[in-house]
């Protein structure tokens, strides 16, 4: 017979005892100090302080500040299961003062003596450097202060690696679970997030994961790869309120002749219960809605492209969510409340389950599919329903036929050109790996390969696979300061059609402190045929990201701007000045060239 939860009260601690793991916590600050757990007595790194081993991280700052940095606060509130479930409410009433909040989340710092071995996903794992690789004495500091070159490492294995806790980033979609493994005795750690409703920025908001330390980290909200956007900002007499959770600290272990790895087996396997567990039912608060009390949507999504086809497109495996209303693809940049999201198939049917009781906004972005969709009436969400939307019909963005096309419209540079890092900054794990553009350094590598002049792409000629840089990045000079970059898309135009404008779509997917400038057969025309302005803070280049916050430019381009035969697009990324002027610029999603609609020719045809 199981024992039951045993609840110890001390002086200035709290413990709860399951008989498989104690957990124990500091009152009434509510910090997990010590993790009992397999013949372990402390989990945690119990050579630092108790208020570092496991919390809630509370960065916030004054209203009308900027930037993503602020104050702490640490608060945990926990519900003990197999492993340990955890959960906050956060609340601002309507009296209390403005206040920014950049980012919230649960670290864990593991014991170093113990925890060596790391798995984000099933091939992003790996042993790990120490901490201690990363001191002055061991690491050299490179151009952010994450990236650390390990010199003299502790363990020559590691030596001439480059460490930087961004190269373990992770999409929300794929960020269900992840963690470190001990194998003397062989026990493994993990975060399982079973929900992202209460994660901000959406299914494809980039977050830290796990890194040196150990650390363990379930991120809610924060300004990776998106800048002030996904700042969280209370008004003056905003109410708010918001449950960051439940989820679920899960241990385990094998038997020593048992395969360490079983364990990230045996991880996913739980991470899939607490997932169909959604949403639990033993959050006591009134604030957390169980089953019953939520909500379901169901629908199809068929695209309309009369240049691709005379019938609706199913929206193969699009991305389907509520979210709260406001504009077309704001679900990136929202941060106040909650979002749900689903994957449609291949026919474009979608299921959205367990909605929290509320208005929104229903979104959709297709792979393969350039835009955004929006359905343009409220959806208010009751206990218990389940609204069936039916046929819903995304028109994308399109005024003419594809003369030619650049890329893939998946809101990822990823097809495009990722160079071999330097080989003194290597992170082996990525070596050879879909993933390669986590490699620290990658954006030193374009004035390798573009020393005297900038990328020049011809289409019909080209292949974007191997002549398209993955980033418009600055230009190192000799003096040491930086310079734009201006790259050439040439093309030839047999008889310029006098009937009406050609557009050209520019598909963002991130920028940094950069404007992006385009000029028709004139790189000197002032001004521009058309500038986004200073865009972006979303950081990818230096965080190893392959994109960050989608954007969508369509520049109209006069038939008069253009002639018969030879024409050049001109795209000018003019800014570099700042304190880190290298790790400017911009990466595209897609770029596609559309005729004007008077144009003879109905279907699309486009160049690799």
Known sequence: MSQGVLLHIEDSHVVMDNGILQVKLSNPDGIVTEIKYNGIDNLLDGLDEEVNRGYWDLVWSEAGSTGTTGTFDVFIMLRNSSGFYTYAIYEHLKEWPPFNLPQTRIVFKLRKDKFHYMAVADNRQRYMPLPDDRLPERGEPLATPEAVLLVNPVETEFKGEVDDKYQYSCENKDLRVHGWICKDPTVGFWQITPSNEFRSGGLSKQNLTSHVGPYNLAMFLSAHYAGEDLVLKLKPNEPWKKVFGPVFMYLNSVSDENDPLHLWEDAKNQMMTEVESWPYNFPASEDFPHADQRGRVTGRLQIKDRYLSDQYISASYAYVGLAPPGDVGSWQRECKGYQFWATADADGYFSIDNIRCGSYNLYAWVPGVIGDYQKDVFITITAGCDIDLGGLVFEPPRDGPTLWEIGIPDRSAAEFYIPDPDPKYINKLYVNHPDR??????????????????????????????????????????????????????????????????????????????????????????????????????????????????????????????????????????????????????MYDYIRFEGPSSSNSKKQTGFV
């Open 437 to 586: 553009f986590r490699q620290y350094g990658l954006w030193e590598r374009y004035a390798n390969l573009y020393p005297d002049k900038d990328l020049v792409y011809t289409v019909g000629v080209s292949d974007y696979r191997k002549d398209w840089f993955f980033a418009q990045v600055t230009r190192k000079l000799s003096d040491d300061t930086y310079q734009g970059t201006t790259w050439q898309i040439k093309f030839e135009l047999d008889l310029v059609d006098t009937n009406g404008s050609y557009t050209l779509r520019l598909a963002l997917a991130t920028a940094h402190m950069s404007e992006l400038q385009v000029r028709v057969n004139d790189p000197k025309t002032s001004p521009p045929l058309f500038s986004t302005g200073v865009i972006g803070h979303d950081n990818t280049i230096a965080r190893h990201g392959i994109h960050g916050l989608y954007r969508l430019y369509n520049v109209v381009v006069p038939f008069s701007q253009l002639v018969d035969g030879n024409n050049t697009i001109f795209l000018t990324q003019t800014m570099a000045s700042g304190d880190a002027p290298a790790l400017q610029g911009i």
